[in-house]
């Protein structure tokens, strides 16, 4: 799926669209230069959940975690990891259960330590706007897709 988008609340309406989406739990990498929208996207994705509070991106703290009656959430950011080695030590696969929703900044700084990806979300910098593409990676990736129309 590949969608254009606009303005900062058009992503975030697509991210909440996505969110709506998800039934149980679902890995997500977002991918896309600094500034690109992926915290705009995750701010999106977290208010379709109910989340009404600040939402940053966890550069320095690495996760930011969301408790919600239905879902829990876990907001990664990877932009400062050098050595994939480093989350291995600091427990992050405890986090990578099939009923928690994971929204994975810079996940390309980690592959080695992460699994596969239900959804990449690939977003780019577009001549007004930005470009985002939105793939499947797993059968559970191809139903939330399928599901969001």
């Not at 230069?33 to 600040?54: C, E, H, I, M």
């Not at 600091?90 to 239900?118: Q, S």
Request: with cysteine; charged share 20%.
């Amino acid at each position: 799926m590949i969608r254009q988008v606009n303005s900062p609340e058009e992503m975030q309406t697509l991210a909440a669209q996505l969110a709506a989406c998800i039934e149980e739990g679902a890995i997500i990498f977002l991918s896309g230069d600094l500034g690109a929208g992926k915290t705009t996207f995750v701010r999106g994705f977290l208010r379709q959940l109910g989340y009404q509070g600040k939402v940053k991106s966890p550069t320095y703290a690495l996760l930011e975690p969301y408790e919600f009656a239905s879902h829990q959430v876990f907001h990664f950011d990877f932009y400062r990891i050098q050595d994939p080695d480093e989350l291995g030590q600091m427990g992050m696969h405890e986090y990578f259960f099939p009923t928690t929703i994971c929204l994975v900044e810079w996940p390309e700084n980690a592959l080695a330590a992460l699994p596969t990806p239900d959804l990449q979300c690939d977003i780019e910098f577009a001549e007004t706007g930005r470009l985002v593409k939105i793939k499947a990676c797993t059968p559970r990736g191809t139903a939330i897709l399928k599901k969001m129309g």
